[in-house]
């Protein structure tokens, strides 16, 4: 059975989707903008926030931290500058961790390099998030897998090769995983997206939670994966469209991110368990619209039923059509006008046939 603790919600096929919102670095570095995202993220239904951490002095490559990064959504005169004016520390994630527990929201983060995994394990952060692009870096997977806290691992940009790869170095260490179907465009093209991937996943990994990872614009996809069996949806979040930064424009404001959260909560019941019946709501509309069996034109007492004068008519408060064998041939007590009901009772013969009914 496939089923994994996530900070105490417990997330498998029968449970509602676990919902992250992925606040990345959408904050712009300011610790108040945070704060708000995860309020307002968590009014919206979200489970989770996620933000990222990097070491990255120790991250990037000495050119590639000191590569000029002149655009329009730059914080630095270089790339490492840019990176640096995000990053929150350690007196940061504190505050933001006690006003995640404040608020009733679960806050975690993406680990991008050892040094930040440590970092996070000194935190004692409840769950583990492994970007795209380290779905090969076994090193840093076993590392983090020894931490023996739940591992959710994006697979965007990889192969089924590399995906069973990273799952065989983990699961000996760790058997709290959870597997995201992702497409590592910003954003994915709906082409491209290839959400049959989580029955591919489900199907290789029976014992594991699937989910995906959506970098998608829109909402719809995530209810797709939830029917194919995703149960955790991570998807960007922003307060603003507008605002400065490369992953603003292909991240949920809140009324997307809440009218999200409320559909796949919608889907879970609408799914029902299986059972086909027929439900209190529907009397009503199915008599009005059902049809039974009432006399084609008067009868008189004696006489025999024959098809033609059975006619089938609304609303169906009486005898249902699929009884008409069962009142051919029959013989009326009474006489009978047009349109009056044909009941077992006004038939001779009958009486067997109703009891059984009944």
Same mark, same amino acid.
């Given at each position: 059975m496939?089923?994994?603790?996530?900070?105490?919600? @417990?997330?498998?096929d029968s449970s509602d989707c676990y919902v992250i919102a992925e606040i990345g670095h959408n904050h712009q570095g300011k610790l108040e903008t945070a704060k708000e995202m995860f309020r307002v993220a968590k009014a919206c239904g979200a489970n989770a926030v996620k933000l990222q951490k990097r070491d990255n002095r120790s991250l990037f490559t000495r050119a590639g931290y000191e590569k000029p990064y002149d655009n329009p959504n730059s914080y630095g005169e270089t790339y490492g500058e840019h990176r640096e004016f995000l990053e929150f520390g350690g007196i940061e994630y504190k505050e933001l961790m006690n006003y995640a527990e404040e608020i009733g929201v679960t806050m975690f983060s993406t680990a991008f390099d050892f040094n930040s995994a440590d970092f996070l394990a000194k935190l004692e952060i409840p769950i583990y998030k492994i970007a795209s692009g380290d779905l090969k870096n076994i090193p840093l997977l076993t590392h983090i897998a020894q931490f023996q806290k739940p591992m959710i691992l994006s697979t965007g940009g990889g192969t089924m090769e590399d995906v069973n790869r990273?799952?065989? *170095?983990?699961?000996? @260490? !760790?058997?709290? +995983?959870?597997? +995201?179907?992702?497409?590592?465009?910003?954003?994915?093209? &709906?082409?491209? +997206? !290839?959400?049959?991937? @989580?029955?591919? &996943?489900?199907?290789?990994?029976?014992?594991?939670?699937?989910?995906?990872?959506?970098?998608?614009?829109? @909402?719809?996809? *995530?209810?797709?994966?939830?029917?194919?069996?995703?149960?955790i949806i991570e998807k960007h979040f922003t307060l603003n469209h507008t605002w400065k930064g490369t992953d603003h424009a292909f991240s949920l404001e809140p009324p997307g991110f809440r009218k999200l959260v409320r559909d796949l909560r919608r889907t879970r019941e609408a799914m029902g368990d299986g059972v086909k019946r027929t439900y209190d709501s529907e009397v009503n509309p199915i008599t009005k619209m059902g049809k039974k069996l009432v006399a084609a034109r008067n009868l008189p007492v004696g006489h025999m039923l024959r098809r033609e004068d059975i006619a089938i008519k609304s609303p169906g408060d009486g005898l249902q059509p699929y009884e008409i064998d069962k009142v051919l041939g029959r013989v009326t007590r009474s006489e009978m006008r047009e349109d009056d009901d044909i009941t077992y009772e006004a038939l001779n013969g009958s009486e067997k046939i109703a009891g059984a009914a009944l």
């Open positions: 496939r089923k994994i603790d996530l900070d105490g919600k @417990i997330v498998q990273a799952y065989d *170095a983990i699961m000996p @260490i !760790n058997q709290q +995983l959870c597997i +995201l179907q992702c497409t590592a465009g910003y954003p994915a093209e &709906f082409n491209e +997206l !290839n959400l049959q991937v @989580i029955t591919t &996943f489900r199907e290789r990994f029976p014992n594991t939670t699937v989910g995906l990872s959506s970098h998608d614009n829109g @909402i719809a996809m *995530a209810v797709a994966a939830y029917m194919l069996g995703a149960r």
